[in-house]
């Protein structure tokens, strides 16, 4: 078993089930051995939400994770990390993307207190990419409802010096994000998937200094080596976190590992791979480097 240099992985979904304890205890090991420093993990509160609701919000590759029942993710989690003694290995992220009511209570419930940072999504109507339903839609909130929840989740963010994960697609929103960025400049965030938008991504980086991104979900088009997404990376090294987009349920070992291997191979100073195999995240998690 070929062991790794450190990393960080900046974006792991939970999706959790109460049947799941151990072998999320096996995959989290499994990584460790590999190499694994932390591990960003989003839990979602309790949603009073029908299957057929849960499955309109899901992407197709998250779909058969999604259980008939209504799970407080974020007590489970608590409870395997306390279990497994996985505090200093997990960074949990409270994901309020379906939160409709008092944002700023559900980040502040004792069960979610003292957690790493906030995952959030802009998707205001129906996304095609992803073949989903949109949130005000889908949880039958006006879309001013829906922007003002926005709002307040990059105000809480802010004032509490979260980080905060945050998907967007910029080659659809971008104007909106940038007015965002303007609005909260000490707003920690990290936009993944490259914003779907190379140029676009490019610009945000370039604007704010408290911006990142992640190539979660494009290994495929990483290993192509296409020397545009190469430039990039090169030139936006300090900017990038390694993040897979994995769902930790799923036996994920493989896919996560594969991003750990591509920038350990990438032809590039070793100190600015340094910073997206683990450096920029701990940064992003306001960890001692």
Known sequence: ??????????????????SGGRQFRDTIAALTARGLERIVITAM??????????????PAHIRPVIGPDNIDETALLNAWMREYRLEDIIAPFL???FVAEDLTAAASAPAVSGWAGIKGAFIPE?????SIRGIPAALDISRGRYLAIQQELFSCAQERNLPLLYHVNLSEHYDWMREVLVAYPRLRICIPHLGYSLRRITDLLERFEHTRTDPSYLIAVLEKNNPR???FIRSHADRILLGSDSLIVSNPIEEILSYARYFSRLAMEDGLRQRILRLNARAFLSLPA
């Not at 078993?1 to 109460?18: E, K, N, S, Y």
């Not at 509160?45 to 899901?58: N, Q, V």
């Not at 129906?126 to 992803?130: E, P």
Request: proline share 7%.
């Open 45 to 58: 509160p309790l949603h009073d939400f029908s299957y057929e609701r849960k499955l309109s919000l899901a």
């Open 126 to 130: 129906d996304d095609r990419v992803l």
């Open 95 to 97: 994901d309020v993307r």
């Open 1 to 18: 078993m070929t062991r790794l240099g450190p990393f960080i992985d900046a974006h792991v979904h939970g999706f959790l089930q109460p």
């Open 229 to 231: 997404y190469c430039a």
